[in-house]
């Protein structure tokens, strides 16, 4: 098994422009999450999905964040415009939410550097 | 916001001693997890202890629960240099996606 895939792993890009960041997941694992990391913040929990549904995006910064998911075996995290204060890693983490360990397998990240 | 809280914030060990971190909660759990992030790298999952459970052991990690303190430690015995790199709790109360603490770096004193 690939593991969860995530993608680009480092973006450095200028304030104002367009991110998206890229995730594959285990396959067979019906549940997504997109979690933040900062020094200051720790990490914070975007918005999370099961089969594909947004569950919870009470997370979500605001309206310059979305995600999606078109298919069981991907999802996106979009950034626009992209501000200085969004630097931080981004995880993309799932699981199969019928078992019951409730455990996460997370990718390495993208390191996003705005600005 | 941050359910668990992990104690200390960093701890430097000697090879070969015991290393142990503290994680104390603010609400009703069904499961507590620890998980371990080298530098650079993703989060790895090392444990679930369930709120049913006082102690659990995977190796050499020994992880307590105490409900009723609302707290949990998680020992790392005979130190290695590789185990260096932080240490997450993480909880779930249910049906709710896990919350994290902002973790414990472990290092080696050379």
């Known amino acids: 098994d690939a593991g969860v895939i995530q993608s680009p792993r480092h973006e450095v890009t200028e304030m104002g422009q367009e991110v998206t960041l890229r995730c594959k997941p285990i396959s067979g694992h019906n549940s997504l999450f997109w979690y933040r990391q900062t020094m200051m913040r720790g990490l914070e929990l975007l918005i999370y999905f099961n089969n594909n549904v947004p569950i919870d995006d009470s997370g979500m910064p605001e309206d310059r964040f979305s995600a999606k998911m078109p298919n069981a075996s991907f999802s996106t995290l979009k950034i626009q415009p992209s501000e200085p204060r969004d630097s931080a890693v981004y995880f993309c983490a799932s699981s199969h939410s019928s078992r019951n360990t409730g455990e996460l397998f997370f990718g390495e990240g993208s390191r996003l550097t705005v600005l | 916001s941050q359910q668990g809280e992990e104690d200390p914030q960093a701890l430097s060990i000697q090879e070969g001693e015991n290393a142990t971190m503290n994680c104390s909660y603010k609400t009703s759990i069904n499961n507590l997890q620890w998980y371990r992030q080298n530098s650079g790298r993703g989060l790895v999952h090392l444990i679930l202890?369930?709120?049913?459970?006082s102690e659990k052991h995977s190796g050499r990690l020994r992880v307590t629960l105490d409900t009723s303190k609302k707290s949990s430690s998680l020992l790392i015995t005979a130190f290695r240099a590789a185990d260096t790199a932080s240490y997450f709790c993480?909880?779930?109360?249910?049906?709710?996606?896990?919350?994290f603490g902002k973790g414990t770096r472990l290092s080696v004193i050379a």
């Open positions: 202890i369930r709120s049913n459970e």
């Open positions: 993480a909880t779930d109360s249910g049906n709710t996606p896990l919350v």
